[in-house]
């Protein structure tokens, strides 16, 4: 028999999406490293960046930093899915998982603030690579860890017993 909606199962589920999301994001950070120091140095000042990148890096940058969003909200998604699954969980759970974070996502309120939290330590990485590598780990770490975590598991069985 498949079970009710169970809001613990969205909130904990929401939570690793939101984690899976910006692990993406950082991972698509990798690759930009000089544009995104050329807009650090440069800020608001498009003249300076014409000596530094090329505004095809920049469309880029903006276009892979969104898509890998995205490519992380469905990722979310397919896991979600399957987890509901697997412990006879109604879909519309994971469904509405992904219709909170795409909304988030297209109306740009996902909030990265609260992700740079997370990482905030790795700040002190001199290595702009590793520390966006590193970040990315972490993040995909805590999403692993909150859809499988038995602790976890348990905090979501309460709600339907």
């Not at 809001?7 to 930009?32: E, K, V, W």
């Not at 490293?33 to 050329?38: A, F």
């Not at 970040?135 to 975590?149: C, D, Q, T």
């Amino acid at each position: 028999m498949i079970k009710r909606i169970n809001l613990r199962f969205c909130i904990i589920h929401f939570l690793a999406a939101y984690c899976l999301c910006y692990s993406f994001f950082y991972l698509a950070l990798i690759p930009y490293e000089s544009v995104i120091n050329c807009i650090e140095q440069g800020g608001k000042d498009t003249k300076y960046w014409e000596g530094c990148v090329s505004l095809e890096d920049i469309s880029y940058f903006l276009i892979i930093t969104n898509v890998m969003k995205l490519l992380g909200i469905l990722t979310s998604l397919l896991i979600s899915g399957f987890l509901s699954f697997k412990r006879r969980i109604s879909w519309i759970n994971s469904f509405l998982v992904f219709t909170s974070m795409y909304l988030l996502y297209y109306f740009d309120i996902l909030g990265w603030q609260y992700a740079r939290y997370i990482v905030a330590p790795l700040w002190l990485l001199d290595n702009f690579m590793v520390e966006k590598a590193m970040a990315a780990l972490l993040l995909i770490a805590l999403s692993m860890f909150l859809w499988f975590s038995p602790i976890t598991n348990r905090f979501m069985a309460k709600a339907t017993t």
